[in-house]
């Protein structure tokens, strides 16, 4: 092991004499073929480390390689910053019903078994930067009270994050996961999913976080940093051609978007963010032909005032649908008044275009609504 990869700390108790030769050897040979014997003295080993460090700021168990290991079976101080980072986990590892108190660091590490986090809660930050799984991991259950890193983490089987709390920050940009990463039930404060690449995914029955046992909130654009992260899971819905459910990302990235773009300056984007923005207010992107419909009413009734003014008569409150119809019609069939506007062509162009778009809008809303799921 070069000195620039090697745990200093470790090195200096075998330096001065608090670890032997031999126990220091035993904390980073390999542990592919272990038997119980030798896995027995690593435990003394290893707990003789952990107690070496009580007093320290944090305790550094980096780079060390692990046989099978059992977190509840060693004495940690609480509150002391944990580390294994680039530490190897050989065979399973299992941190299950556990509650970490102090930030708990995993960057860089690589777990050859089956690592098992299920249940466990992390009060403090909990960072698994560029780790890697080799095998299946399950976090489901568990509870991120604060940031939970995993950034450019890699896992080659199935990662199980069903029913988390993550109630801070879930960063996990450049994520990658080359079978099923299943986020199904998950709570989300804000999950950032920008350049992760994930090759099957669930993302169904997401919500907002809030405490366990809470109501479940509705998810918005807040509980997502960037458009790309609500992209990431549109495209995932229009993929499994579930239409109900890419809709509702697809309103939450427009907003984003919208966002992105009122943050970069107004005046720079003034006709995207007209347009986006309008295309919000009347059909909520584009996903509600009941918006849309009830925008055409309020327009129909508008002109019929300004063109008639209010009814007068009780004739004139019973033909208010023809009338309004009539005026606002962009094709101008069905038309009982051929004089219609006359004098008046720009106002006519005018009804006519807001009419058109209006209508267009209802027939593309109502289209995505009814597309089969």
């Known amino acids: ?30 542990k592919e073929a272990y ?13 003789k480390v952990i107690d070496l460090q009580a007093q ?29 980072d680039h530490a190897v986990f050989a065979h399973t590892s299992n941190f299950e019903d556990t509650i970490f108190t102090q930030v708990i660091d995993f960057e860089g590490a690589t777990f050859r078994g089956k690592a098992y986090f299920r249940d466990t809660v992390f009060r403090e930050d909990a ?6 799984f080799l095998a299946r991991v399950y976090f489901r259950r568990t509870v991120f009270e604060q940031k939970a890193y995993f950034l450019s983490t890699t896992f080659l089987e199935k990662a199980d994050f069903r029913d988390v709390f993550f109630q801070n920050e879930a960063l996990f940009r450049g994520a990658v996961c080359k079978d099923l990463i299943q986020f199904s039930g998950a709570h989300i404060s804000s999950l950032d999913l920008e350049t992760s690449r994930f090759d099957d995914a669930s993302y169904l029955h997401l919500h907002g976080a809030g405490q366990p046992g809470d109501k479940p909130t509705p998810l918005s654009g ?7 992260s609500a992209r990431h899971i549109k495209a995932h819905f229009e993929k499994q051609n579930n239409i109900t459910e890419a809709n509702k990302y697809f309103v939450i990235e427009q907003s984003l978007y919208l966002k992105e773009l009122q943050s970069e300056g107004w005046w720079n984007h003034k006709g995207t963010i ?8 009347i059909s909520n992107s584009g996903t509600s032909w009941i918006k849309v419909f009830l925008w055409i009413i309020f327009f129909a009734l508008l002109v019929l005032v300004l063109h008639d003014g209010i009814p007068q008569t009780p004739e004139a409150w019973h033909d208010i649908p023809n009338r309004a119809v009539e005026l606002i019609n962009p094709l101008s069939i069905f038309r009982r008044d051929y004089h219609l506007y006359e004098g008046h062509a720009f106002w006519a162009m005018v009804v006519r275009v807001i009419s ?8 593309m809303a109502f289209r995505q609504d009814t597309r089969r799921k």
């Open 1 to 30: 092991m070069g000195s620039r990869y090697r745990n200093e700390i470790l090195h200096t108790f075998r330096t001065d004499g608090q670890l032997s030769h031999e126990e220091y050897r035993l904390l980073f040979e390999d």
């Open 356 to 363: 058109m778009y209006l209508l267009y809008q209802f027939m």
């Open 127 to 132: 960072i698994f930067t560029s780790a890697t």
């Open 274 to 281: 007209f347009t986006v923005g309008l295309h919000k207010l």
């Open 56 to 84: 320290e700021e944090h305790i550094s168990l980096a780079m060390i390689v692990f046989p099978q290991f059992v977190f509840q079976h060693y004495r940690f101080p609480r509150e002391v910053p944990l580390s294994f």
């Open 35 to 47: 038997t119980e014997e030798q896995e027995h003295r690593f435990t003394q080993t290893l707990q």
């Open 222 to 228: 807040k509980n997502f940093p960037n458009k790309e």
